[in-house]
Protein backbone atom coordinates (compact mmCIF):
# COMPACT_ATOMS: atom_id res chain seq x y z
CA UNK A 1 0.00 0.00 0.00
CA UNK A 2 1.30 3.49 -1.19
CA UNK A 3 1.12 6.15 1.63
CA UNK A 4 1.90 10.19 1.05
CA UNK A 5 1.05 13.22 0.26
CA UNK A 6 -2.41 13.48 -1.91
CA UNK A 7 -2.50 17.09 -1.99
CA UNK A 8 -0.02 20.01 -1.10
CA UNK A 9 -0.95 24.01 -0.86
CA UNK A 10 0.22 27.16 0.49
CA UNK A 11 -1.40 30.26 1.60
CA UNK A 12 0.99 33.59 2.67
CA UNK A 13 -0.36 37.04 3.70
CA UNK A 14 -0.92 39.61 0.77
CA UNK A 15 1.76 42.02 1.67
CA UNK A 16 5.56 41.99 2.22
CA UNK A 17 8.04 43.81 3.24
CA UNK A 18 11.19 44.25 0.79
CA UNK A 19 14.66 43.56 2.93
CA UNK A 20 15.74 46.07 0.67
CA UNK A 21 13.33 48.49 2.92
CA UNK A 22 15.00 47.38 6.24
CA UNK A 23 18.72 47.11 5.35
CA UNK A 24 18.36 51.15 3.94
CA UNK A 25 16.29 51.64 7.04
CA UNK A 26 19.33 50.21 9.26
CA UNK A 27 21.27 51.15 7.28
CA UNK A 28 22.97 47.93 6.32
CA UNK A 29 24.23 46.96 2.85
CA UNK A 30 21.39 44.83 1.41
CA UNK A 31 24.01 42.12 0.28
CA UNK A 32 23.63 41.31 3.96
CA UNK A 33 19.63 40.06 3.60
CA UNK A 34 19.89 39.11 -0.08
CA UNK A 35 23.00 37.14 0.22
CA UNK A 36 24.07 36.56 3.64
CA UNK A 37 20.64 35.70 4.57
CA UNK A 38 19.06 34.58 1.59
CA UNK A 39 16.15 36.44 1.76
CA UNK A 40 14.42 39.12 -0.33
CA UNK A 41 11.07 39.69 1.16
CA UNK A 42 9.22 38.55 4.20
CA UNK A 43 5.49 37.78 4.36
CA UNK A 44 3.74 40.33 6.30
CA UNK A 45 0.33 39.59 8.19
CA UNK A 46 -2.71 42.09 8.30
CA UNK A 47 -4.50 42.83 11.42
CA UNK A 48 -7.28 40.36 10.17
CA UNK A 49 -5.65 37.53 9.66
CA UNK A 50 -3.88 34.49 12.12
CA UNK A 51 -2.91 30.98 12.47
CA UNK A 52 -6.38 30.25 11.91
CA UNK A 53 -7.68 32.40 8.54
CA UNK A 54 -4.23 31.60 7.11
CA UNK A 55 -4.76 27.56 7.48
CA UNK A 56 -8.11 27.90 6.09
CA UNK A 57 -6.89 29.67 3.04
CA UNK A 58 -4.64 26.84 2.31
CA UNK A 59 -6.62 23.96 2.74
CA UNK A 60 -9.87 25.56 0.62
CA UNK A 61 -8.53 24.95 -2.75
CA UNK A 62 -7.44 21.00 -1.30
CA UNK A 63 -11.18 20.67 0.60
CA UNK A 64 -13.06 22.57 -2.82
CA UNK A 65 -11.65 19.47 -5.36
CA UNK A 66 -11.19 16.47 -3.04
CA UNK A 67 -14.15 13.59 -1.65
CA UNK A 68 -13.78 15.31 1.67
CA UNK A 69 -16.09 13.54 3.63
CA UNK A 70 -13.51 11.18 4.12
CA UNK A 71 -11.24 13.14 6.13
CA UNK A 72 -11.66 12.04 9.59
CA UNK A 73 -8.65 13.94 10.89
CA UNK A 74 -7.10 17.50 11.35
CA UNK A 75 -3.53 17.76 12.80
CA UNK A 76 -2.91 21.14 12.96
CA UNK A 77 0.92 21.61 13.48
CA UNK A 78 1.72 26.01 15.01
CA UNK A 79 4.09 27.43 17.28
CA UNK A 80 2.03 30.78 16.94
CA UNK A 81 -0.84 28.99 18.89
CA UNK A 82 -3.88 31.40 20.35
CA UNK A 83 -4.88 29.66 22.78
CA UNK A 84 -3.89 27.62 25.39
CA UNK A 85 -6.93 24.89 25.15
CA UNK A 86 -8.45 24.90 22.31
CA UNK A 87 -7.25 23.43 19.15
CA UNK A 88 -7.11 26.21 16.67
CA UNK A 89 -7.74 23.24 13.96
CA UNK A 90 -11.27 23.07 15.18
CA UNK A 91 -11.92 26.83 14.14
CA UNK A 92 -10.74 26.03 10.52
CA UNK A 93 -12.71 22.53 10.81
CA UNK A 94 -15.89 24.85 10.79
CA UNK A 95 -14.97 27.58 8.50
CA UNK A 96 -13.99 24.57 5.59
CA UNK A 97 -17.35 23.31 6.57
CA UNK A 98 -16.03 19.37 7.56
CA UNK A 99 -17.80 16.85 8.69
CA UNK A 100 -18.27 16.41 12.40
CA UNK A 101 -16.93 13.15 12.37
CA UNK A 102 -13.55 14.14 12.37
CA UNK A 103 -11.09 14.45 15.17
CA UNK A 104 -8.95 18.01 15.78
CA UNK A 105 -5.79 18.17 17.29
CA UNK A 106 -2.98 20.75 18.09
CA UNK A 107 0.79 19.55 17.54
CA UNK A 108 3.89 21.66 18.90
CA UNK A 109 7.43 21.49 18.94
CA UNK A 110 8.94 24.31 17.26
CA UNK A 111 9.00 24.00 13.21
CA UNK A 112 9.51 20.34 13.74
CA UNK A 113 5.44 19.53 14.63
CA UNK A 114 4.36 19.64 11.58
CA UNK A 115 7.02 16.50 10.42
CA UNK A 116 5.38 15.07 13.64
CA UNK A 117 2.02 15.37 12.07
CA UNK A 118 3.02 13.82 8.57
CA UNK A 119 4.59 10.91 10.40
CA UNK A 120 1.54 10.29 12.53
CA UNK A 121 -0.99 10.73 9.50
CA UNK A 122 1.20 8.13 7.55
CA UNK A 123 0.61 5.84 10.49
CA UNK A 124 -3.24 6.57 11.05
CA UNK A 125 -4.07 6.19 7.51
CA UNK A 126 -2.12 2.59 7.13
CA UNK A 127 -4.44 1.65 9.88
CA UNK A 128 -7.21 2.90 7.98
CA UNK A 129 -6.72 2.89 4.17
CA UNK A 130 -10.34 4.34 3.63
CA UNK A 131 -9.71 7.68 5.63
CA UNK A 132 -7.98 10.95 5.09
CA UNK A 133 -5.70 13.03 7.19
CA UNK A 134 -5.66 16.93 6.96
CA UNK A 135 -2.36 18.40 8.02
CA UNK A 136 -2.49 22.06 8.47
CA UNK A 137 1.23 23.91 9.44
CA UNK A 138 0.23 27.91 9.88
CA UNK A 139 2.52 30.16 11.62
CA UNK A 140 3.86 34.03 12.18
CA UNK A 141 7.44 34.01 13.06
CA UNK A 142 8.22 37.26 15.05
CA UNK A 143 11.05 38.68 15.90
CA UNK A 144 11.53 42.07 18.01
CA UNK A 145 12.49 44.65 16.06
CA UNK A 146 16.03 45.79 15.93
CA UNK A 147 17.50 42.31 16.05
CA UNK A 148 19.32 40.27 13.97
CA UNK A 149 15.97 37.71 13.68
CA UNK A 150 14.03 40.59 12.17
CA UNK A 151 14.99 39.76 8.95
CA UNK A 152 14.13 36.07 8.97
CA UNK A 153 10.71 36.74 10.00
CA UNK A 154 7.61 35.68 7.62
CA UNK A 155 4.18 33.93 7.64
CA UNK A 156 2.38 31.67 5.76
CA UNK A 157 0.37 28.08 5.81
CA UNK A 158 1.17 24.63 4.02
CA UNK A 159 -2.54 22.21 4.00
CA UNK A 160 -1.53 18.47 2.91
CA UNK A 161 -3.75 15.51 2.19
CA UNK A 162 -2.62 12.53 3.36
CA UNK A 163 -3.96 9.16 1.95
CA UNK A 164 -3.23 5.82 0.13
CA UNK A 165 -3.71 7.58 -3.21
CA UNK A 166 -0.59 9.79 -2.75
CA UNK A 167 -0.90 11.46 -6.16
CA UNK A 168 1.80 13.75 -5.60
CA UNK A 169 4.35 12.09 -2.90
CA UNK A 170 4.70 8.74 -1.59
CA UNK A 171 6.34 9.22 1.71
CA UNK A 172 9.25 6.25 2.26
CA UNK A 173 8.57 4.51 5.91
CA UNK A 174 12.65 4.80 7.09
CA UNK A 175 13.39 8.30 9.01
CA UNK A 176 16.16 9.28 11.00
CA UNK A 177 15.33 11.46 14.46
CA UNK A 178 17.85 13.53 16.78
CA UNK A 179 16.42 14.79 19.90
CA UNK A 180 18.04 17.01 22.33
CA UNK A 181 17.43 19.49 25.32
CA UNK A 182 18.75 22.76 24.13
CA UNK A 183 17.88 26.48 24.27
CA UNK A 184 18.43 27.78 21.18
CA UNK A 185 15.36 29.20 20.23
CA UNK A 186 12.15 29.49 22.93
CA UNK A 187 8.76 31.37 23.82
CA UNK A 188 7.04 31.57 26.99
CA UNK A 189 4.26 31.59 27.29
CA UNK A 190 3.93 35.59 28.49
CA UNK A 191 5.72 36.35 25.46
CA UNK A 192 5.15 37.64 21.91
CA UNK A 193 8.16 36.77 20.58
CA UNK A 194 11.23 34.24 21.34
CA UNK A 195 14.24 34.50 22.90
CA UNK A 196 16.98 33.21 20.39
CA UNK A 197 20.57 32.38 20.59
CA UNK A 198 20.46 32.83 16.34
CA UNK A 199 24.19 31.36 15.27
CA UNK A 200 24.16 28.55 18.44
CA UNK A 201 20.59 27.80 16.74
CA UNK A 202 22.06 27.80 13.49
CA UNK A 203 25.13 25.68 14.89
CA UNK A 204 22.67 23.20 16.52
CA UNK A 205 20.58 22.76 13.18
CA UNK A 206 23.95 21.47 11.02
CA UNK A 207 24.50 18.96 15.02
CA UNK A 208 21.58 17.73 14.45
CA UNK A 209 21.06 17.01 10.35
CA UNK A 210 24.43 14.91 11.00
CA UNK A 211 22.88 12.33 14.08
CA UNK A 212 19.39 12.57 12.19
CA UNK A 213 21.24 11.43 8.92
CA UNK A 214 23.11 8.92 10.44
CA UNK A 215 19.97 7.61 12.04
CA UNK A 216 18.66 7.59 8.83
CA UNK A 217 21.29 5.79 7.66
CA UNK A 218 21.21 3.29 9.87
CA UNK A 219 17.85 2.61 9.97
CA UNK A 220 17.67 1.38 5.82
CA UNK A 221 17.39 4.96 4.51
CA UNK A 222 18.36 5.67 0.81
CA UNK A 223 21.89 6.80 -0.21
CA UNK A 224 22.88 9.98 -1.05
CA UNK A 225 23.23 9.66 -4.25
CA UNK A 226 19.56 7.99 -4.76
CA UNK A 227 18.51 11.99 -4.41
CA UNK A 228 17.57 13.80 -6.72
CA UNK A 229 16.49 17.21 -4.34
CA UNK A 230 16.69 18.01 -1.10
CA UNK A 231 14.23 20.41 1.05
CA UNK A 232 15.36 21.88 4.42
CA UNK A 233 13.30 23.14 7.20
CA UNK A 234 14.08 27.00 6.30
CA UNK A 235 14.40 29.85 8.71
CA UNK A 236 16.22 31.92 5.78
CA UNK A 237 17.12 30.40 2.54
CA UNK A 238 21.09 30.53 3.26
CA UNK A 239 20.51 27.83 5.78
CA UNK A 240 20.09 25.43 3.15
CA UNK A 241 23.19 26.64 1.70
CA UNK A 242 25.11 25.70 5.02
CA UNK A 243 22.99 22.72 5.35
CA UNK A 244 23.45 20.88 2.26
CA UNK A 245 27.61 21.83 2.34
CA UNK A 246 27.25 19.91 5.53
CA UNK A 247 25.08 16.82 4.21
CA UNK A 248 27.43 16.89 1.66
CA UNK A 249 30.77 16.67 3.25
CA UNK A 250 29.42 14.40 5.75
CA UNK A 251 28.91 12.17 1.90
CA UNK A 252 31.93 13.09 0.53
CA UNK A 253 31.08 15.01 -2.03
CA UNK A 254 30.81 18.81 -3.58
CA UNK A 255 28.17 20.88 -2.68
CA UNK A 256 25.56 21.06 -5.85
CA UNK A 257 22.93 23.91 -5.60
CA UNK A 258 21.16 22.50 -8.74
CA UNK A 259 19.85 20.24 -5.88
CA UNK A 260 17.97 22.94 -3.41
CA UNK A 261 18.03 26.37 -5.28
CA UNK A 262 14.19 24.97 -6.92
CA UNK A 263 13.38 24.47 -3.29
CA UNK A 264 14.56 27.61 -2.03
CA UNK A 265 12.53 29.92 -4.60
CA UNK A 266 9.46 30.53 -2.78
CA UNK A 267 10.61 30.87 0.39
CA UNK A 268 13.40 33.62 -0.06
CA UNK A 269 9.96 35.49 -1.14
CA UNK A 270 8.17 35.07 2.00
CA UNK A 271 10.22 34.12 4.88
CA UNK A 272 10.17 31.87 7.82
CA UNK A 273 6.96 30.31 8.12
CA UNK A 274 8.29 28.14 11.25
CA UNK A 275 5.83 24.38 10.27
CA UNK A 276 5.44 25.29 7.03
CA UNK A 277 8.45 26.85 5.97
CA UNK A 278 10.35 22.70 5.45
CA UNK A 279 6.37 21.89 3.32
CA UNK A 280 6.69 25.52 1.51
CA UNK A 281 10.22 24.41 -0.08
CA UNK A 282 8.75 21.07 -0.59
CA UNK A 283 5.75 23.02 -2.81
CA UNK A 284 8.75 25.02 -4.43
CA UNK A 285 10.63 22.16 -5.08
CA UNK A 286 7.95 20.43 -7.40
CA UNK A 287 6.67 23.96 -8.81
CA UNK A 288 9.82 25.56 -9.46
CA UNK A 289 12.50 22.03 -10.89
CA UNK A 290 13.09 22.17 -14.61
CA UNK A 291 11.87 19.01 -15.76
CA UNK A 292 10.24 15.93 -14.53
CA UNK A 293 10.45 14.85 -10.86
CA UNK A 294 8.36 11.93 -11.38
CA UNK A 295 9.63 8.80 -10.10
CA UNK A 296 12.62 10.57 -8.70
CA UNK A 297 13.46 10.69 -4.43
CA UNK A 298 13.39 14.04 -2.72
CA UNK A 299 15.13 14.34 0.67
CA UNK A 300 13.39 16.07 3.09
CA UNK A 301 14.89 17.64 6.71
CA UNK A 302 13.07 18.98 9.44
CA UNK A 303 14.25 20.82 12.52
CA UNK A 304 12.53 22.29 15.42
CA UNK A 305 14.44 23.79 18.20
CA UNK A 306 14.38 22.96 21.32
CA UNK A 307 15.19 20.59 19.45
CA UNK A 308 13.85 17.55 17.44
CA UNK A 309 14.86 17.16 13.85
CA UNK A 310 13.97 14.67 11.66
CA UNK A 311 15.28 13.36 8.05
CA UNK A 312 12.61 10.79 6.01
CA UNK A 313 12.33 10.85 1.90
CA UNK A 314 9.48 10.79 -0.31
CA UNK A 315 9.43 9.84 -4.20
CA UNK A 316 7.76 12.24 -6.38
CA UNK A 317 4.76 10.27 -8.29
CA UNK A 318 3.98 10.11 -11.68
CA UNK A 319 1.17 12.43 -13.35
CA UNK A 320 1.95 14.86 -10.27
CA UNK A 321 1.90 18.29 -11.51
CA UNK A 322 -1.32 17.77 -12.70
CA UNK A 323 -2.44 17.87 -8.92
CA UNK A 324 -0.50 21.11 -8.17
CA UNK A 325 -1.60 24.43 -7.71
CA UNK A 326 0.87 26.40 -9.47
CA UNK A 327 -1.00 29.45 -11.23
CA UNK A 328 -2.90 29.96 -7.53
CA UNK A 329 0.50 29.81 -5.74
CA UNK A 330 2.34 31.83 -8.06
CA UNK A 331 -0.36 34.57 -7.95
CA UNK A 332 -0.44 34.92 -4.24
CA UNK A 333 3.37 35.63 -4.33
CA UNK A 334 3.03 37.90 -7.72
CA UNK A 335 -0.11 39.90 -6.88
CA UNK A 336 0.99 41.26 -2.97
CA UNK A 337 1.43 44.71 -1.81
CA UNK A 338 5.00 46.05 -0.99
CA UNK A 339 4.99 47.62 2.23
CA UNK A 340 6.64 51.07 3.86
CA UNK A 341 8.83 50.80 6.71
CA UNK A 342 5.85 52.56 8.75
CA UNK A 343 3.26 50.65 7.33
CA UNK A 344 5.22 47.47 8.37
CA UNK A 345 5.38 48.76 11.96
CA UNK A 346 2.04 49.42 12.19
CA UNK A 347 1.25 45.90 11.14
CA UNK A 348 3.51 44.73 13.74
CA UNK A 349 2.04 46.58 16.06
CA UNK A 350 -1.19 45.06 16.00
CA UNK A 351 -2.85 45.56 19.27
CA UNK A 352 -2.54 42.23 21.03
CA UNK A 353 -5.48 41.31 22.33
CA UNK A 354 -4.58 41.13 26.25
CA UNK A 355 -8.45 40.79 27.81
CA UNK A 356 -11.65 40.13 26.82
CA UNK A 357 -13.66 43.71 25.81
CA UNK A 358 -15.39 43.62 22.51
CA UNK A 359 -13.28 44.49 19.73
CA UNK A 360 -13.87 45.23 16.35
CA UNK A 361 -11.27 44.61 13.14
CA UNK A 362 -11.95 46.25 9.70
CA UNK A 363 -11.64 43.96 6.59
CA UNK A 364 -8.79 45.75 4.84
CA UNK A 365 -7.59 42.26 2.46
CA UNK A 366 -9.10 40.20 -0.10
CA UNK A 367 -9.17 36.46 1.47
CA UNK A 368 -11.90 34.14 1.95
CA UNK A 369 -11.55 34.29 6.09
CA UNK A 370 -10.94 36.58 8.55
CA UNK A 371 -11.09 37.36 11.96
CA UNK A 372 -13.21 39.79 12.95
CA UNK A 373 -12.68 40.62 16.40
CA UNK A 374 -13.05 39.10 20.25
CA UNK A 375 -15.94 39.25 22.08
CA UNK A 376 -16.56 37.84 25.60
CA UNK A 377 -13.28 36.49 25.16
CA UNK A 378 -14.09 34.84 22.37
CA UNK A 379 -12.35 35.08 19.03
CA UNK A 380 -14.65 35.98 15.82
CA UNK A 381 -14.28 34.02 12.59
CA UNK A 382 -15.63 34.68 9.62
CA UNK A 383 -16.23 33.70 5.76
CA UNK A 384 -16.47 36.38 3.26
CA UNK A 385 -18.37 35.14 0.28
P1 LIG B 1 23.43 38.16 12.06
O1 LIG B 1 23.85 38.81 13.30
O2 LIG B 1 22.78 38.99 10.99
O3 LIG B 1 24.63 37.32 11.44
O4 LIG B 1 22.42 36.99 12.42
P2 LIG B 1 25.92 37.76 10.65
O5 LIG B 1 26.35 39.14 10.99
O6 LIG B 1 26.87 36.65 10.87
O7 LIG B 1 25.48 37.78 9.10
C1 LIG B 1 24.86 36.70 8.49
C2 LIG B 1 25.62 36.32 7.21
O8 LIG B 1 25.60 37.45 6.33
C3 LIG B 1 27.10 35.99 7.44
O9 LIG B 1 27.44 34.95 6.55
C4 LIG B 1 27.80 37.25 7.01
O10 LIG B 1 29.13 37.04 6.57
C5 LIG B 1 26.93 37.67 5.84
P3 LIG B 1 27.96 33.53 7.13
O11 LIG B 1 29.04 33.80 8.11
O12 LIG B 1 26.75 32.94 7.84
O13 LIG B 1 28.36 32.78 5.92
N1 LIG B 1 27.07 39.08 5.48
C6 LIG B 1 27.12 39.52 4.21
N2 LIG B 1 27.06 38.86 3.05
C7 LIG B 1 27.13 39.60 1.89
N3 LIG B 1 27.28 40.96 1.90
C8 LIG B 1 27.34 41.64 3.05
C9 LIG B 1 27.26 40.92 4.27
N4 LIG B 1 27.29 41.28 5.60
C10 LIG B 1 27.17 40.13 6.30
N5 LIG B 1 27.47 42.98 3.04
C11 LIG B 1 21.07 35.07 12.24
C12 LIG B 1 22.01 36.00 11.52
C13 LIG B 1 20.57 34.01 11.29
C14 LIG B 1 21.79 34.41 13.40
C15 LIG B 1 19.86 35.91 12.75
O14 LIG B 1 19.12 36.39 11.67
C16 LIG B 1 18.93 35.14 13.67
O15 LIG B 1 19.14 35.07 14.88
N6 LIG B 1 17.81 34.56 13.13
C17 LIG B 1 16.84 33.82 13.92
C18 LIG B 1 17.31 32.44 14.30
C19 LIG B 1 17.44 31.50 13.14
O16 LIG B 1 16.84 31.71 12.09
N7 LIG B 1 18.18 30.37 13.33
C20 LIG B 1 18.33 29.39 12.29
C21 LIG B 1 18.57 27.98 12.81
S1 LIG B 1 17.38 27.53 14.07
C22 LIG B 1 15.93 27.18 13.17
O17 LIG B 1 15.95 27.05 11.98
C23 LIG B 1 14.66 27.06 13.96
C24 LIG B 1 13.72 28.25 13.84
O18 LIG B 1 13.06 28.22 12.60
C25 LIG B 1 12.72 28.23 15.01
C26 LIG B 1 11.90 26.97 15.21
O19 LIG B 1 12.34 25.83 15.12
O20 LIG B 1 10.75 27.17 15.63
C27 LIG B 1 14.45 29.58 13.95
Known amino acids: MMIGIEKISFYIPEQYLDLAV ?5 NIDRAKFSKGIGQEKIAIPAHDEDIVTMAAEAAHPIIESCDYESIDTILFATETAIDQSKSAGIYVHRLLGLPSQCRNVELKQACYGATAALQMACGYVARKPNKKVLIIASDISRYDIDTPGEATQGAGAVAM ?4 NPKIMEINSASGCYSEDIMDFWRP ?15 RYLHSLAHAWKDYQNNGGRDFFDFTQFCYHLPFTRMAEKAHKHLCSLNQTPLNMDQILPGMMYNRQIGNCYNASLYLSLISTLENYEGDLSDKAIGMFSYGSGAVAEF ?8 YKNHLYIKRHQGLIKNRKSLGYDEYLACWNTPEIQDGSEYVIEKNRNGKYRLSGLKDHKRQYESVA
Open 22 to 26: LADRK
Open 312 to 319: FAGVVQKG
Open 189 to 203: NYRKTPFVDGKYSAL
Open 161 to 164: LIST
